[in-house]
């Protein structure tokens, strides 16, 4: 019988979801699994970085890595993934685009230390202690922490990347057809986004209902009102980013009365998918007046939390640049 291809999944900085959306794949997994090996999957199965480094060069036919990278064990981890791997797959919003991590970028090091170990309200440490990288206890033992870089990176960034399943986390559809099209052999470019390259608005299902010309008045929080469930959320106020986020989703916050927030990333003619998104929607404010339009723009209090949520470390901006440092390095 011939060997089947092995697959391996990792999980860098990411909440878990895209590891939980394997699963997710219900019946459908049992499909993959009798197509594949899965050689590597510590989150679900006891392997070892050692069991990787046994293995030999591009014995691996795809590694699908979730998450971006924010310390040095992450990134020796997918420098030794892509060593071993025929093609790397940047799985999820986290490690095509930074993701939600990223946003850290906005702040430095030592800002995140001194919030997360002294400055929280729920934090108790009198003795002001942080981790330290390297500790030696006086017996001859040493005990290390992996390095905690100052920007979190997408994945490509880091390695490089032969395909990209976007989302927060990837439909379990896409996902498999992901699987079957490595399998098949019948594969598009490298660098190719495994999604449908047009906008989420195209797929919506309150299409019909978005007028040609929008005036918006005000903008809403989510929590501040109860959206209509058959009218365009962008036609209630509500900062809806499918009107630059790729499709590809299958709709799913719509269809549970959410606004979307952009997870899919932008489509190919994007740049920026943040400043694509804020370009559009302050082009639809109905206000001409410089105050009224700061007035209905107060109603989107944080704009790059809103505007780059999930692509910060892609963006043009990148990161926030702190003064004194001489800019920031990694």
């Known amino acids: 019988m011939a060997e089947k291809p ?31 090996d899965i050689a590597f999957w510590p989150v679900a199965i006891d392997m070892k970085r ?25 990134r020796e981890m997918v420098e030794l993934l ?4 025929a093609f790397v797959i940047a799985y999820g919003a986290c490690s095509q685009y930074g993701g939600i991590p990223s946003l850290a970028n906005l702040h430095s090091k030592e800002e995140i230390f001194d919030w997360v170990y002294h400055a929280s309200p729920t934090v108790v440490n009198p003795a002001g202690t942080v981790p330290l990288e390297r500790f030696d206890d006086g017996h001859g033992h040493t005990l290390k922490l992996p390095t905690f870089y100052e920007t979190v990176r997408a994945l490509d960034q880091v390695i490089d990347v032969d395909f990209y399943l976007p989302g927060c ?34 797929e919506c299902p309150r299409r019909a209902t978005k007028p040609e010309k929008l005036a918006i008045a005000r903008f809403y929080r989510p929590h501040e009102i109860v959206p209509d469930p058959e009218k365009c959320f962008l036609a209630q106020g509500l ?18 009365n ?27 404010v109905d206000a001409t007046d410089e105050k009224k339009i700061e007035e209905i ?5 944080d704009p790059v939390g809103t505007f780059y949520r999930y692509g910060i470390a892609s963006s043009m901006l990148r990161r926030k640049i702190v003064e004194g440092n ?4 990694a």
């Open 239 to 256: 900062p809806c980013m499918g009107i630059g986020t790729r499709k590809g989703c299958e709709a799913l916050c719509i269809h549970g």
């Open 6 to 36: 092995k697959v391996a999944f990792y999980w860098c900085a990411s909440c878990g979801g895209c590891e939980e959306s394997v699963v997710d794949l219900a019946e459908d997994i049992l499909t993959v699994v009798s197509l594949v």
């Open 326 to 329: 001489g800019g920031v390095s």
């Open 169 to 202: 986390p990837p439909t379990p559809k896409l996902l498999k057809e992901a699987v079957l099209a490595l399998l098949s052999g019948k594969l598009p470019p490298k660098g190719t986004v495994l999604a449908p390259d047009v906008a989420l608005c195209d």
């Open 50 to 74: 050692k069991d990787v480094e046994a293995m030999a060069d591009r014995s691996l036919t795809v590694s699908f890595i979730n998450g971006s990278v924010r310390t040095s064990e992450q």
């Open 297 to 301: 723009l107060a109603g989107i209090p």
């Open 82 to 85: 892509r060593r071993k791997s």
């Open 258 to 284: 959410m606004p979307c927030t952009g997870c899919f990333g932008p489509t190919s003619r994007t740049r920026d998918h943040g400043a694509k998104i804020l370009s559009a929607l302050a082009s639809e």
